[in-house]
Structures are given as structure tokens and as C-alpha cells.
């Protein structure tokens, strides 16, 4: 009898325990409400009206963005009854042309001058580690790009039905996927520098030759596809970084000698960036005609709804995915750090991207907000920045794989796990190649449907919305390639250290930080960090 009463003795003082246990973790919890709703109650009463005027004087460049977005969209659906032509569109949209020459006048120089200076400013070992470390950051982040893509389309599945329901617009030239990858290498070798400022290396296609060989007896006649020597306009960006990394490390390691040359190109890096200062005030009234022009342009809202309207929600959400959850985890895994405040930093970037559509006319802005606002070391930001914006295309490859499946599926065409495989590493490789120029996308898809044999001219199919993906794929780019710049500054802070204390720059002992490190940087304990860590670092 007494050992059964110890027995319940015994459950009710767990049960007692258990309570009391519940009861405090209850207190615990409110008690932390109630700071955080005292702390809160704090900020409102320490508002002031200088410190309002501050936070705009601060933030004014991104109010003024996207309030300019706002007012563009409005603006557009305002005018839209009124039917105009083509003409009256081009004349309404003329100030976001301004904005788009003003920006891409910049990017030549911006990119030759920034790749020189960062360069020249480390030595070879140091840009080593760091380029090794982009790079495998470019690859992980488009792998896993093109796997978010293909997921996303074999879920949703929007090319069930049949395509006759879709509407075609324009037409796509033929592509070689042979003839586009030794493109791709040419443009890396420009024979003439001067040229490769305004004209990239292109192979055109001669169809329907028609031999005829033989005796008055015998004629025989055939057919084949001749490829042609040619030049499209635009800047070649690859060979130009190519050549400007190459010419960097080349005036490093002249040390002295080389002197005039890197303060040469400093000087030149530093005017453009106060040429940015200044036309970034212009930008959200362009930004606002570009969104404005380019929604007025559609004949048609309602292509964006149905069989395309569900192609589009699988490419926003796909682009959603990689943009808002795994491009910040990456970042936070690695550097430890809070991301929504780098990219809270990025915003006026991100904006103009989505106003510009592409991510080499954002480039002049994104050094600005990377350097001023997120105080990320100019040597990386020189470094990381013109690649990733030449090379570094999360949101092209993510759509290049989604649209290829898409069209498989609107033709009933099934595809197996090989197909998805060659569709995966075709359109990593595409992305590369993928210069930040508008609707590169779907000049590059060509060679994605050609390696599985698909129909290049359903890409017509998709037309209609591509001007709405690309900003945002665009977006997603110039996103992927500023948190890159935030990873490798992270991984090269020992690399960058050393260098500044052979200068006689820092202090012996104190490590040198960037300033979100003290705003958010807090450890984890994760076991894993230390290994993806020696990974990156290799």
C-alpha cells in the first residue's frame, strides 16, 4: 500500500513539474513579448521630425524608385483606352530610352576600368582563391537554379493541353548549338579590341545550297547548311573581361612599373562612379517611362491569362523561390549574417533592373549600392561584379530549362530522365553564354530545344510574355550576383587583411570588418559550416 501511494506520489510531482514547466515557458514568452512591444512603443516616441527627414534623405533614391514603378503602372493602364499607335508609344517612352543609353554608355568603361583596378590591386594568389571561389559559387547557385526550374514545371505542369490555343508572335533564326559554343569561345579571343567595343562574334546559317556534280548522265543534287562567318552589333562583354583580367594581373605583377597604369584606370573607375551619381537621379523618371511604354506596347492583357497565364505563374514562382529562399540562405549559411539587410541595401538595383531588363545597364548602380550602401570591399566589388553580370545568370538558366519542358508539353512530348539531364546541363552552359542584354533568353533557348530535338519555332509560343519574365529574371541576376559579391568578400576577408597590412593599412590584431557585420552578423552553430566552408574555400 505504501509503495502504491510513493508510485502516485511520484506521477503527480511529474505532473506538477510538467506544469510549472509549461507555466513558466508561458511567462518566459510573455515576458518577451512585452519587451519587444516596450522597445517598439520606444521607437514610435523617439520619432522625431529630424529623424523622419533623415530616413527619407537616407532612402530617398529607393522612395523615388519605386514610386516611380507605381506611378508607371498606373500611368500605363490610364492611357491604355486611349488606344495609341506604335509611334505615340515610342514618343511617350522616349525618356526611359534616355535612361537606357545613358546607363549602357557607362557599361563599357565601368567594366575595362573596375576589372583592371581590382585585379591590379591583388596579387595572383589572392585573385586566385577569389576567383576560384566566384566560381563555384556561379556554378552551385545556376545548378540549383536549373533544378528549382525543372521542378517547378513537372509539379505545375501549365503546357497540359494543347497548343493550339496559344498565340505565336515573331520568329526565331536558327541556331547551331556546335556553331554558338565555338561563338562563345571566339567572343572570349576579340581579334580587335576596338571592334569588340560594338560587335560581338556570330555564325549565320546559309540554308538550301544546291550542288550539281556528275556528266551530262548523271547529275546528282543535294542540300546542306552552311555556316557563315558574321558579327552581330553589341558589346562584346566576354572578351572584354577576358582581356581586362588578363591585362590586370599583368600590371600587378609589374609592381612599380606599373604604377601609372592601375592610378590611370583608378582615376577613370572613380570619374564613372560619379558619373552614376549623377544620372541616378534621372533614373526613376526613366525607370517609370520604361514600365509605362513597355505595358503599353501589349495589344492584349489577356494572353496572360490561361495555358500562358499558368507558364507564367510557374516561372514567378520558380524565380520566387531561388530569389527570395535559397540565394539568401546560401548567404546566411555562409557569412552568418542577416540577408534582408543586404538586400535591403540592393533595392534601387534591383529596382532599375526590373525597369531596365538588363542586368549589364543595372551594373553602374549596383557598384554603388554594393560599395556605399552594403560596404563591401571595392576590390571584390571590381572583381565579382562585371563577371557575374557576363556569366553569373541564375533567372536565364531557371527559365531557359522551364520553357524548354513547357514546350515538350504543350506538344505532348514525353521526356525522359536522359532528355532532363542534356535539358539541365544545356541550359547552364546557354546561361553563360547569355550576354546581359534584353531577351537574350531566347536567343540562347534555341540551343536548349535543339539538344533535345524539340521545335526551335514554338519559342513563338512564349514571346508575348517574355518582356514581363525577363525583368524579372533579370532581377533575379543582378540579385544572384550582388549576394555573390557579399559571400566571396566573406571568404576572402583573411586574403584581403593580409594584403592591407603588407600596405601598412591596419592595425596589428584587429581584424577588420564591414559595417554589417556589426548590424547582423550572428554566429550558428551548425556542424555542416565548417565543411561547406573548406569546400568553397579550396
Same mark, same amino acid.
Given at each position: 500500500?505504501?509503495?502504491?501511494?510513493?508510485?502516485?506520489?511520484?506521477?503527480?510531482?511529474?505532473?506538477?513539474?510538467?506544469?510549472?514547466?509549461?507555466?513558466?515557458?508561458?511567462?518566459?514568452?510573455?515576458?518577451?513579448?512585452?519587451?519587444?512591444?516596450?522597445?517598439?512603443?520606444?521607437?514610435?516616441?523617439?520619432?522625431?521630425?529630424?529623424?523622419?527627414?533623415?530616413?527619407?534623405?537616407?532612402?530617398?533614391?529607393?522612395?523615388?524608385?519605386?514610386?516611380?514603378?507605381?506611378?508607371?503602372?498606373?500611368?500605363?493602364?490610364?492611357?491604355?483606352?486611349?488606344?495609341?499607335?506604335?509611334?505615340?508609344?515610342?514618343?511617350?517612352?522616349?525618356?526611359?530610352?534616355?535612361?537606357?543609353?545613358?546607363?549602357?554608355?557607362?557599361?563599357?568603361?565601368? %567594366?575595362?576600368?573596375?576589372?583592371?583596378?581590382?585585379?591590379?590591386?591583388?596579387?595572383?594568389?589572392?585573385?586566385?582563391?577569389?576567383?576560384?571561389?566566384?566560381?563555384?559559387?556561379?556554378?552551385?547557385?545556376?545548378?540549383?537554379?536549373?533544378?528549382?526550374?525543372?521542378?517547378?514545371? %513537372?509539379?505545375?505542369?501549365?503546357?497540359?493541353?494543347?497548343?493550339?490555343?496559344?498565340?505565336?508572335?515573331?520568329?526565331?533564326?536558327?541556331?547551331?548549338?556546335?556553331?554558338?559554343?565555338?561563338?562563345?569561345?571566339?567572343?572570349?579571343?576579340?581579334?580587335?579590341?576596338?571592334?569588340?567595343?560594338?560587335?560581338?562574334?556570330?555564325?549565320?546559317?546559309?540554308?538550301?545550297?544546291?550542288?550539281?556534280?556528275?556528266?551530262?548522265?548523271?547529275?546528282?543534287?543535294?542540300?546542306?547548311?552552311?555556316?557563315?562567318?558574321?558579327?552581330?552589333?553589341?558589346?562584346?562583354?566576354?572578351?572584354?573581361?577576358?582581356?581586362?583580367?588578363?591585362?590586370?594581373?599583368?600590371?600587378?605583377?609589374?609592381?612599380?612599373?606599373?604604377?601609372?597604369?592601375?592610378?590611370?584606370?583608378?582615376? $577613370?573607375?572613380?570619374?564613372?562612379?560619379?558619373?552614376?551619381?549623377?544620372?541616378?537621379?534621372?533614373?526613376?523618371?526613366?525607370?517609370?517611362?520604361?514600365?509605362?511604354?513597355? %505595358? $503599353?506596347?501589349?495589344?492584349?492583357?489577356?494572353?496572360?491569362?490561361?495555358?500562358?497565364?499558368?507558364?507564367?505563374?510557374?516561372?514567378?514562382?520558380?524565380?520566387?523561390?531561388?530569389?527570395?529562399?535559397?540565394?539568401?540562405?546560401?548567404?546566411?549559411?555562409?557569412?552568418?549574417?542577416?540577408?534582408?539587410?543586404?538586400?535591403?541595401?540592393?533595392?534601387?538595383?534591383?529596382?532599375?533592373?526590373?525597369?531596365?531588363?538588363?542586368?549589364?545597364?543595372?551594373?553602374?548602380?549596383?557598384?554603388?549600392?554594393?560599395?556605399?550602401?552594403?560596404?563591401?570591399?571595392?576590390?571584390?566589388?571590381?572583381?565579382?561584379?562585371?563577371?557575374?553580370?557576363?556569366?553569373?545568370?541564375?533567372?536565364?538558366?531557371?527559365?531557359?530549362?522551364?520553357?524548354?519542358?513547357?514546350?515538350?508539353?504543350?506538344?505532348?512530348?514525353?521526356?525522359?530522365?536522359?532528355?532532363?539531364?542534356?535539358?539541365?546541363?544545356?541550359?547552364?552552359?546557354?546561361?553563360?553564354?547569355?550576354?546581359?542584354?534584353?531577351?537574350?533568353?531566347?536567343?540562347?533557348?534555341?540551343?536548349?530545344?535543339?539538344?533535345?530535338?524539340?521545335?526551335?519555332?514554338?519559342?513563338?509560343?512564349?514571346?508575348?510574355?517574355?518582356?514581363?519574365?525577363?525583368?524579372?529574371?533579370?532581377?533575379?541576376?543582378?540579385?544572384?550576383?550582388?549576394?555573390?559579391?557579399?559571400?566571396?568578400?566573406? $571568404?576572402?576577408?583573411?586574403?584581403?587583411?593580409?594584403?592591407?597590412?603588407?600596405?601598412?593599412?591596419?592595425?596589428?590584431?584587429?581584424?577588420?570588418?564591414?559595417? $554589417?557585420?556589426?548590424?547582423?552578423?550572428?554566429?550558428?552553430?551548425?556542424?555542416?559550416?565548417?565543411?561547406? %566552408?573548406?569546400?568553397?574555400?579550396?
Amino acid at each position: 500500500m505504501s509503495e502504491q501511494s510513493h508510485v502516485n506520489s511520484l506521477f503527480l510531482n511529474e505532473d506538477a513539474a510538467k506544469r510549472l514547466s509549461a507555466e513558466s515557458r508561458v511567462q518566459r514568452l510573455r515576458q518577451a513579448v512585452q519587451k519587444r512591444a516596450a522597445r517598439a512603443k520606444k521607437r514610435m516616441h523617439s520619432i522625431t521630425a529630424d529623424s523622419a527627414k533623415s530616413f527619407l534623405r537616407r532612402n530617398a533614391f529607393v522612395l523615388f524608385t519605386i514610386a516611380a514603378v507605381l506611378l508607371g503602372i498606373i500611368l500605363a493602364f490610364s492611357l491604355r483606352p486611349y488606344h495609341l499607335t506604335y509611334r505615340q508609344i515610342k514618343y511617350f517612352s522616349f525618356p526611359g530610352e534616355l535612361l537606357m543609353r545613358m546607363l549602357q554608355m557607362l557599361v563599357l568603361p565601368l %567594366i575595362v576600368s573596375s576589372l583592371i583596378t581590382g585585379m591590379a590591386s591583388l596579387d595572383g594568389r589572392a585573385s586566385g582563391k577569389m576567383g576560384m571561389r566566384a566560381v563555384v559559387y556561379y556554378m552551385v547557385t545556376t545548378i540549383i537554379a536549373v533544378f528549382i526550374g525543372i521542378l517547378m514545371v %513537372i509539379i505545375i505542369h501549365p503546357g497540359k493541353g494543347s497548343k493550339d490555343k496559344l498565340h505565336r508572335e515573331g520568329r526565331i533564326e536558327q541556331v547551331q548549338t556546335t556553331d554558338a559554343f565555338m561563338d562563345l569561345v571566339r567572343n572570349m579571343f576579340p581579334p580587335n579590341l576596338v571592334e569588340a567595343c560594338f560587335k560581338q562574334n556570330f555564325t549565320g546559317i546559309l540554308e538550301n545550297i544546291t550542288h550539281a556534280l556528275g556528266t551530262i548522265s548523271e547529275v546528282l543534287t543535294f542540300e546542306e547548311v552552311i555556316p557563315i562567318p558574321g558579327s552581330a552589333n553589341g558589346v562584346n562583354a566576354l572578351g572584354l573581361v577576358v582581356f581586362s583580367m588578363c591585362f590586370g594581373l599583368v600590371i600587378g605583377s609589374m609592381k612599380q612599373k606599373g604604377r601609372a597604369l592601375r592610378e590611370f584606370f583608378n582615376c $577613370l573607375n572613380e570619374a564613372i562612379m560619379r558619373l552614376v551619381a549623377i544620372i541616378i537621379w534621372y533614373a526613376p523618371v526613366g525607370i517609370m517611362f520604361l514600365i509605362a511604354g513597355k %505595358i $503599353l506596347e501589349m495589344d492584349d492583357l489577356a494572353v496572360m491569362g490561361g495555358q500562358l497565364g499558368m507558364y507564367t505563374l510557374t516561372v514567378i514562382v520558380g524565380l520566387l523561390i531561388h530569389a527570395l529562399c535559397i540565394l539568401p540562405l546560401l548567404y546566411f549559411i555562409v557569412t552568418h549574417r542577416n540577408p534582408w539587410v543586404f538586400i535591403a541595401g540592393l533595392l534601387q538595383a534591383l529596382i532599375t533592373a526590373l525597369g531596365t531588363s538588363s542586368s549589364s545597364a543595372t551594373l553602374p548602380i549596383t557598384f554603388r549600392c554594393l560599395e556605399e550602401n552594403n560596404g563591401v570591399d571595392r576590390r571584390i566589388t571590381r572583381f565579382v561584379l562585371p563577371v557575374g553580370a557576363t556569366i553569373n545568370m541564375d533567372g536565364t538558366a531557371l527559365y531557359e530549362a522551364l520553357a524548354a519542358i513547357f514546350i515538350a508539353q504543350v506538344n505532348n512530348y514525353e521526356l525522359d530522365f536522359g532528355q532532363i539531364i542534356t535539358i539541365s546541363i544545356t541550359a547552364t552552359a546557354a546561361s553563360i553564354g547569355a550576354a546581359g542584354i534584353p531577351q537574350a533568353g531566347l536567343v540562347t533557348m534555341v540551343i536548349v530545344l535543339t539538344s533535345v530535338g524539340l521545335p526551335t519555332e514554338d519559342i513563338t509560343l512564349i514571346i508575348a510574355v517574355d518582356w514581363f519574365l525577363d525583368r524579372l529574371r533579370t532581377t533575379t541576376n543582378v540579385l544572384g550576383d550582388s549576394l555573390g559579391a557579399g559571400i566571396v568578400e566573406h $571568404l576572402s576577408r583573411h586574403e584581403l587583411d593580409a594584403q592591407d597590412c603588407e600596405l601598412g593599412n591596419c592595425e596589428p590584431g584587429k581584424e577588420q570588418l564591414s559595417h $554589417l557585420d556589426c548590424e547582423s552578423s550572428k554566429p550558428l552553430k551548425n556542424s555542416l559550416y565548417p565543411l561547406f %566552408i573548406n569546400f568553397i574555400s579550396l
